[in-house]
C-alpha cells in the first residue's frame, strides 16, 4: 500500500488549486510573486545540501532506501529536471536541457548537512515519455510504479500553455490508479501563462485526472514555475508533509 495517509489533509498551500476551488467561484490564488522561496519547507531544504545518490536504467540498479520518496514525471520537456533543481536549490546537480529527450535515466537525489549526514528524503527524476522516449521505457516505468516500496508521492508534470492531459499523460495516470500511487499534478512554466487562463487550465486538468485517477490523485494542483520560482515553496512543503517531516 502506497498511500501515504492523510495526504488529502493537507492544509492549503499557496499557489495550489483544489477540488474544492473547481467547483466554487475560481478565487484560486494565482500570483506570480517574486523569485522568494521562503515558505514553513525552507528552513530544512536551506540547511541540506542536495547530493547525486545514484542512476538507473533498469530495475536491478536502484537500491534500496528506507527514505520516502518522490518522483517528478512527465512528458519530455514539460520542466523535470530545472523543477528538481529548484526544489533542491541546486542548479549544478540537476542537469536540463532544451532538446526534449535530456533525462535517459532514472536519477536519485537525496538532501545532506554535516549536521544531518543521512538524507531523509529522496527526490528522483524521471526521463520524459513521449518524445524520444525508449521503447521499453513503459516497461520500466511500470516496474518501478508498482515495486518502489519507498515511493510516497509522484508530481505529474504537465505543462500549462499545453492546457490539458495528453494521451500518454492519461495512460501514466491509469498506472498510479492501478498500483495506488498517490499522484499530484503541477502545472509547469506558468510563467508563459496569463492567471485568467491558469485557472482555467488548473480546473480542466484536475478535472480529467481526476476521471482517471480518482484514488491516486491528490485533489490540489500546485501552478510553479522554475522561471519565477513560483510554487516552489509548495511542493518543498507538499514533500515534507508527505514525509511526516515537522515544519
Ligand atoms: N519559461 C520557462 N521555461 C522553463 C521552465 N522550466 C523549464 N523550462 C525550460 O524548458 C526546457 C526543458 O526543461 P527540463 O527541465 O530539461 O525538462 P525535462 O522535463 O526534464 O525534460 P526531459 O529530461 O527531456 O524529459 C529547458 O529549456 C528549460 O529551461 C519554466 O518554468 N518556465
Ligand atoms: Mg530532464
Redesign the pocket.
Known amino acids: 500500500m502506497l498511500r501515504s495517509p492523510g495526504y488529502h489533509q493537507q492544509e492549503r498551500l499557496s499557489h495550489t488549486h483544489s477540488r474544492k476551488d473547481l467547483a466554487g467561484t475560481g478565487k484560486a490564488d494565482h500570483r506570480q510573486e517574486p523569485p522568494a522561496v521562503r515558505g514553513p519547507a525552507f528552513p530544512y531544504f536551506s540547511q541540506r545540501d542536495a547530493k547525486f545518490l545514484f542512476t538507473a536504467t533498469k530495475p536491478e540498479q536502484y537500491k534500496r532506501l528506507s527514505n520516502p520518496e518522490f518522483t517528478f514525471a512527465?512528458r519530455?520537456?514539460?520542466?523535470?529536471?530545472?523543477?528538481i533543481s529548484a526544489v533542491l536549490r541546486s542548479q549544478s546537480l540537476v542537469k536540463?536541457?532544451?532538446k526534449?529527450?535530456?533525462?535517459s535515466t532514472l536519477n536519485f537525489f537525496g538532501l545532506t548537512s554535516s549536521t544531518y549526514p543521512e538524507s531523509a528524503i529522496t527526490v528522483v527524476d524521471m526521463?520524459?515519455y513521449g518524445f524520444r522516449s525508449r521503447d521499453d521505457w513503459g516497461q520500466f516505468i511500470m516496474e518501478y510504479l508498482s515495486t518502489r516500496k519507498e515511493l510516497k508521492r509522484v508530481f505529474l508534470?504537465v505543462e500549462a500553455k499545453v492546457g490539458e492531459l495528453k494521451t500518454t499523460d492519461l495512460s501514466f495516470l491509469e498506472l498510479v490508479e492501478h498500483h495506488n500511487v498517490p499522484t499530484q499534478l503541477l502545472l509547469?512554466?506558468t510563467?508563459?501563462l496569463k492567471r485568467t487562463d491558469l485557472n482555467i487550465v488548473s480546473g480542466k486538468v484536475l478535472r480529467a485526472a481526476m476521471d482517471v485517477a480518482p484514488t491516486a490523485v491528490v485533489p490540489e494542483v500546485i501552478c510553479c514555475?522554475?522561471?519565477t520560482k513560483v510554487g516552489v515553496d509548495a511542493i518543498q512543503e507538499a514533500i515534507l508533509r508527505a514525509s511526516g517531516v515537522a515544519i
Open positions: 512527465g519530455s520537456n514539460v520542466g523535470k529536471s530545472s523543477l536540463t536541457s532544451k526534449p529527450g535530456h533525462t526521463p520524459g508534470l509547469t512554466k510563467d508563459k514555475s522554475y522561471k
